[in-house]
Nanobody, 118 residues
Framework: QVQLVESGGGLVQPGGSLRLSCAAS????????MGWYRQAPGKQRELVAT???????NYADSVKGRFTISRDNAKNTAYLQMNSLKPEDTAVYYC????????????WGQGTQVTVSS
């Protein structure tokens, strides 16, 4: 059974930094794509950043230049370094992963809360 487990959320002041981690377990296969999504209260879940195993990345415009996604393929783990955090970054952040390079089954973590407030 494949599981994604996030960690690293918390409360941070505006302008601060946090690093999220997402560890995949339950399979020896490498995930083709891993990414981060977020959902703020009353809003739809939105893409934050994705990264394929070959290294290509994709970011939401709202986080470009502030957030960096990275992966350790050997550990099937993804990270999200978040700098210059703003109150509007407050949300539950979810890790997502897929083994296939074409649309197929996806896996989600349970989410980790990030709150940016003074």
């Amino acid at each position: 059974q494949v599981q994604l487990v996030e960690s690293g959320g918390g409360l941070v002041q505006p302008g601060g930094s946090l690093r999220l981690s997402c560890a995949a377990s339950g399979s020896a296969r490498r995930m083709y794509v891993m990414g981060w999504y977020r959902q703020a209260p009353g809003k739809q879940r939105e893409l934050v950043a994705t990264m394929i195993s070959g290294g290509s990345t994709n970011y939401a415009d709202s986080v470009k230049g502030r957030f960096t996604i990275s992966r350790d393929n050997a550990k099937n783990t993804a990270y999200l370094q978040m700098n210059s955090l703003k109150p509007e970054d407050t949300a539950v952040y979810y890790c997502n992963g897929r083994f296939s390079s074409v649309p197929g089954p996806e896996y989600w973590g349970q989410g980790t809360q990030v709150t940016v407030s003074s």
